[in-house]
Nanobody
Framework: QVQLVEAGGGLVQAGGSLRLSCAAS????????MGWYRQAPGKQRELVAE???????NYADSTKGRFTISRDNAKNTVYLQMNSLKPEDTAVYYC?????????WGQGTQVTVSS
């Protein structure tokens, strides 16, 4: 079992920045692929970015060049730096940890971007 706790959401104006963090409970954190997903009202949850055990990153087309995912295995934490935010980035952002057939989710943090 992995417990994930997100932090860093909030209200920001368009063009602004936010940094999300997700702290994991397990010391085996380094063996999990970590990801950030988001879900806007009335829409399906979608992948924002993920980072593998080896540090390879993958981004949604809508976030490439604006968002950066990183991980600190010593702190069991994954980050999402979000720059040049747009109103369409408004959503609840969820942290995800996966390894094999197992996947765990955080409780989510709200990000609201005003125009």
């Amino acid at each position: 079992q992995v417990q994930l706790v997100e932090a860093g959401g909030g209200l920001v104006q368009a063009g602004g920045s936010l940094r999300l963090s997700c702290a994991a409970s397990r010391t085996a954190f380094s063996t999990y692929t970590m990801g950030w997903y988001r879900q806007a009202p009335g829409k399906q949850r979608e992948l924002v970015a993920e980072i593998t055990v080896g540090g390879t990153t993958n981004y949604a087309d809508s976030t490439k060049g604006r968002f950066t995912i990183s991980r600190d295995n010593a702190k069991n934490t994954v980050y999402l730096q979000m720059n040049s935010l747009k109103p369409e980035d408004t959503a609840v952002y969820y942290c995800n940890a996966k390894r094999g057939s197992f996947a765990y989710w955080g409780q989510g943090t709200q990000v609201t971007v005003s125009s």
